[in-house]
């Protein structure tokens, strides 16, 4: 499921594309939320944001940094990637595919 914000500045063009979300990809993407100023929007971003950093401060300061520092810094991208392929239903070239096996096992080694 893809969670989306929506943002624009006229009202009836938020309900019209959450309208269209709604018949067409009801099972796919949920919207999560919906701004009408760019003001209100990064608001909620930096709240998500803060939110987050909390989660990390807490991860540090009551795990081992050993382990933390290379999930949070190499995980984050590797786990984008493989969701972004999965989404978009690509396979990607060896080159690629051999570069996020080779950080997933530096994730490993690392934390080790």
């Given at each position: 499921m893809?969670?989306?914000?929506?943002?624009?500045?006229?009202?009836?063009?938020i309900?019209?594309?959450?309208?269209?979300?709604?018949?067409y990809?009801?099972?796919?993407?949920?919207?999560?939320a919906?701004?009408?100023s760019?003001?209100?929007?990064l608001?909620?971003?930096?709240?998500?944001?803060?939110i987050?950093?909390?989660?990390?401060?807490y991860?540090f300061?009551?795990?081992?940094a050993?382990?933390?520092?290379?999930?949070?810094?190499?995980g984050?991208?590797v786990i984008t990637?493989i969701?972004?392929l999965?989404?978009?239903?690509?396979?990607?070239?060896?080159?690629?595919?051999?570069?996020?096996?080779?950080?997933?096992i530096?994730?490993?080694l690392?934390?080790?």
């Amino acid at each position: 499921m893809i969670k989306a914000v929506i943002i624009d500045d006229e009202q009836h063009c938020i309900n019209r594309l959450e309208k269209m979300l709604g018949d067409y990809c009801a099972d796919s993407v949920q919207v999560c939320a919906s701004f009408q100023s760019v003001k209100d929007s990064l608001a909620g971003i930096q709240i998500l944001n803060s939110i987050g950093a909390l989660f990390i401060v807490y991860a540090f300061r009551y795990g081992r940094a050993i382990i933390v520092s290379p999930l949070t810094n190499a995980g984050a991208p590797v786990i984008t990637i493989i969701l972004s392929l999965l989404i978009y239903g690509v396979f990607p070239h060896s080159v690629v595919l051999s570069g996020m096996i080779l950080a997933v096992i530096a994730i490993f080694l690392l934390a080790d």
